[in-house]
């Protein structure tokens, strides 16, 4: 004890950590703030800290954190010196390792975070400290915004001719480019920008670009909500004088049928902080210049038109004569809602090289990418200065070889569809990528080019949101590996800054391709930050009635077609699943209100607890299903989890009454459409999977609707008869309903409609449909990933202790299956499912996490036989057996890893 002299005596307790003890067995890694690592700007003023835990040394089975501490500082010193001046939490009794609230003193904007954690094992030992991890502050307070928004319109180009027809452009203006010489006058401390460019930006300091994100900022309802990002660039300036460059794209900000449509337009805010304390700030005003840069034209649906000659070396730095250069009209806020973008930034994150090169026709060439992407290629090329290669991308081709853009064009008449131009400036190789569109594509024609091209003439540039890998499934069946590959390939592709149809046609965020994509991301990618930033524009967007539309961010047209819901109900089902898998209430607290509104909407359009509006099983391969059957299954579906998400929170009388509905309206889908012989309303795959995967068939009806079910495929020579939404359902329903055989079957048919089918017509993505592939990048239809995840692998969450607290382990074998390998990062590490069947015996390695526990299903007829580790299973560390299930062994287990065998004989 201590005594302290401050406002009088006061004891103090000193409260003693033990040191750390060798050999502890867990430790905390890969830290996260808001889901995101080290992320600079957040505007959240009680931030959600995160970490994975990873066994250090031996791995013990049982291991778990029984507690941490977390220190946050303002310096890197006072860290290094174990001194949390902005929270030290102290020792906290909790296994918890996700969602932990911030809970030090009141963080001001600018502010810098620096913290580590350290965690105590299942016997007291404490862990090292883990590295430390950053976030910093953006600006909380909007009376702290110095800047204005500025917009410059260049004077637009001539008519241009190509071919000796004018190019139907609706209008060319060239993208403007922004500049601003200012003076560091003394040493830096830190430097900070704070930028928004409608509708794309590239920020550039003294000569060189800023950061690596592309596309950016994320698409929002721009008349509503705009996001900044924030840089560090202290680095990058120096004592004297500096310059800031600014590019800005057209993007989304200029489309047709918007109402926010506009001139690209700039925000920047750059705060110096000295060394000796003092501040200053640069900020986007009538004293900043403007000028029409090299590019002559971009749109996001359209392409790029870049003219190298035009280029002015030295723009973008320090002593650049701009005299001539105009100033830029200073113009009222797109919004008023000006948020931080807490959301992984879009990258380039691979290049791909061709695998072919043709020339169908003279001075045609055509590079094969191999592979459906999103992006955009890099083109190498040497020439006279003002020869024009035009590049042309499509993902499918005309029969004589060209590409074929005609499928995927049908909505852009204003300008060349996903067609870049590039002009030479002449001299040597010439290097160049566009800045600010993107295109969905596997070949690209490329014409104008000087001399003959080689296969290093071109890559493929890949581009999505910079989410990391979060699973991985394999299994000894090529055909569904490579459904998997084409499902990851699609997601990615669809998820440039916020989830998407297409990449090409429409690029927009539709609402019910979200919701059946969402599951099998929550498996494959780390993307909490990416949903939570699109449910935000949910949010904006739900009118005060609790309507909802279709497509977020959202045209006006939304309201009044698309929606319904089956669409809709992405704003309940996407956090459900984030809560989940990852376990975190937040989102729920958040949305909470603006849930219960949609569901009362949706109650007050229902005619006898139906609901008969907004799209059905969109795309079927072949049979119809009444949209009221779909409809009124997400009401119900809705009604439930808005009662869950209410016991969550306590609103006990809220949960009681979303009960009450729910019941009500299963009691009224079931008068409706399920007759006594099993029969759901015609019949249709889609109604009666939809009867069991929806929890509208009692027990004692089940066996019946099953059976039709099977009749169905069986009549349709065992493939599916669905569209988008009968995907979701028919799988799962026939996997937990005793016909997982049937599901198998289906899922491996490599005849028209089936998965199989698109992959040998050489698709490398998903289809828009069942047929020719209206769009061949399409992700509706990847939730089978899911399936793979939860029914061959077997992981599973359960919902009694989400965020994979405890784990449901239950592999599937099936078919011509004899090896499943599959992994998922949990909220607590890293999950493992690996099996394979040898000799008569079923194989299994699991890992589960520290902290997590699991219930695992051993498939055998022959509990007695199950072995772990070489010994009986019962006889083996931490293996308890629960009881005995159809066709498995039950068993619970607590952390660790275990190598499981049994009999196996395939039914």
């Not at 069986?714 to 995907?727: K, S, V, W």
């Amino acid at each position: 004890m201590r005594w302290s002299g401050l406002g009088g005596l006061v004891l103090i307790l000193e409260f003693f950590i033990p040191s750390v003890a060798a050999g502890s067995g867990v430790a905390a890694e890969d830290l996260r703030c808001e889901y995101l690592t080290n992320p600079e700007g957040i505007d959240v003023a009680l931030p959600r800290l995160s970490w994975s835990l990873r066994p250090t040394g031996a791995v013990r089975r049982g291991e778990r954190q029984t507690a941490y501490q977390i220190l946050v500082a303002g310096e890197p010193s006072s860290l290094n010196d174990d001194r949390g001046d902005l929270w030290d939490s102290g020792k906290v009794a909790s296994d918890r390792c996700y969602g932990i609230v911030y809970g030090g003193k009141t963080l001001l904007s600018y502010q810098r975070c620096f913290w580590k954690v350290r965690v105590w094992d299942r016997d007291g030992r404490v862990s090292p400290w883990s590295e430390p991890a950053r976030w910093s502050m953006g600006v909380l307070d909007p009376g702290q915004w110095r800047g204005k928004w500025l917009r410059y319109v260049p004077p637009a180009d001539p008519e241009e001719k190509a071919d000796g027809q004018i190019i139907p452009w609706e209008k060319k203006t060239p993208s403007p480019v922004f500049r601003k010489e200012f003076d560091v006058r003394k040493p830096l401390k830190r430097a900070t920008v704070f930028i928004c460019g409608l509708g794309f930006y590239e920020l550039r300091i003294n000569g060189k670009k800023v950061g690596d994100r592309v596309l950016d900022p994320i698409f929002t309802r721009y008349d509503q909500r705009v996001l900044y990002a924030t840089y560090e660039v202290g680095n990058r300036l120096v004592e004297g004088r500096n310059a800031l460059g600014v590019l800005l794209g057209r993007g989304f900000y200029d489309v047709p049928r918007s109402t926010w449509r506009s001139d690209p337009t700039l925000f920047c805010q750059l705060r110096l902080e000295y060394a000796d304390g003092a501040t200053e700030t640069v900020a986007t005003d009538a004293t900043w210049r403007a000028a029409a840069g090299p590019i002559r034209h971009d749109g996001v649906f359209l392409g790029e038109d870049y003219d190298a000659r035009r280029e002015m070396p030295g723009w973008d730095a320090a002593h650049f004569g701009d005299s001539a250069w105009a100033e830029p009209e200073v113009v009222p806020p797109p919004a008023k809602k000006f948020s931080a973008e807490m959301a992984p930034p879009i990258r380039v994150m691979q290049t791909l090289k061709p695998v072919g090169l043709t020339e169908p026709k003279p001075g045609v060439f055509v590079f094969d990418l191999g592979q459906n992407m999103v992006g955009w290629a890099q083109l190498k090329v040497t020439g006279p200065a003002g020869t024009r290669v035009v590049m042309r991308f499509g993902e499918r081709l005309h029969p004589d070889g060209t590409v074929d853009q005609e499928k995927i064009a049908m909505y852009v008449k204003y300008g060349p569809f996903q067609t870049d131009f590039y002009t030479l400036k002449g001299g040597d190789e010439e290097v160049w990528e566009p800045r600010f569109t993107y295109h969905g594509f596997r070949w690209v024609e490329v014409t104008g080019f000087p001399g003959r091209p080689t296969l290093d003439s071109l890559c493929g540039r890949v581009v999505h949101t910079a989410f990391t890998p979060a699973g991985a499934f394999e299994c000894s069946n090529a055909l569904l590996n490579k459904i998997q590959q084409s499902a990851l390939w699609s997601y990615r592709g669809n998820f440039v800054g916020l989830p998407t149809d297409c990449p090409h046609r429409e690029k927009s965020g539709w609402t019910g391709d979200a919701h059946l994509a969402a599951e099998q991301a929550m498996f494959n990618f780390e993307n909490v930050a990416g949903y939570e930033t699109w449910l935000t524009g949910l949010r904006d967007e739900q009118r005060p009635g609790g309507e909802l539309p279709c497509i977020i961010p959202a045209y006006d047209w939304c309201y009044g077609w698309g929606n319904g819901p089956a669409w809709d109900s992405a704003y309940i089902l996407v956090p459900w699943y984030l809560y989940l898998y990852r376990g975190d209430v937040r989102v729920l607290e958040t949305h909470y209100d603006n849930l219960k509104r949609y569901v009362d909407y949706l109650q007050r359009r229902s005619k006898n607890d139906l609901v008969d509006f907004g799209l059905g099983d969109w795309v079927p391969a072949k049979t119809e299903t009444p949209v009221a059957i779909t409809s009124t299954g997400y009401f119900y579906c809705d009604a439930r989890l808005v009662s869950r998400f209410a016991t969550i929170l306590g609103r006990d009388a809220d949960a009681k009454h979303y009960a009450a509905l729910a019941e009500k309206i299963r009691r009224a889908w079931r008068e409706k459409y399920i007759h006594n012989d099993g029969t759901v309303n015609g019949g249709s795959q889609t109604a009666q999977s939809c009867a069991l995967f929806q929890g509208f068939a009692a027990p004692d009806e089940r066996d019946a609707i099953v059976n039709k079910l099977a009749k169905n495929v069986e009549e349709h020579a065992f493939h599916l008869d669905t569209g988008i939404l009968g995907a979701k359902y028919l799988f799962r329903a026939l996997s937990d309903n005793g016909r997982h055989d049937l599901a198998y079957r289906i899922a491996v048919q490599t005849t028209p409609p089936s998965y199989g089918s698109w992959i040998e017509r050489g698709a490398t993505t998903l289809w828009e449909d069942w047929g020719d592939g209206l769009s061949r990048n399409h992700v509706a239809f990847s939730d089978i990933s899911a399936w793979f995840y939860q029914y061959l692998a077997g992981i599973n969450a359960d919902p009694e202790q989400p965020g994979f607290k405890h784990i449901i382990l239950r592999p599937r074998p099936v078919g011509d299956l004899t090896f499943v390998k599959a992994w998922h990062r949990s909220p607590y590490g890293k999950i493992e499912s690996d099996w394979r069947i040898e000799n008569g015996r079923f194989h299994w390695h699991v890992t589960v996490p520290p902290s997590a526990s699991a219930t695992v299903f051993i498939p055998t007829s022959d509990g007695s036989a199950v072995l772990e580790g070489g010994r009986p299973a019962v006889q083996s560390e931490g293996v308890r057996f629960l009881r005995p299930a159809p066709g498995a062994a039950v068993y619970e287990i607590p952390s660790g890893t275990y190598d499981f065998s049994a009999p196996y004989a395939p039914k």
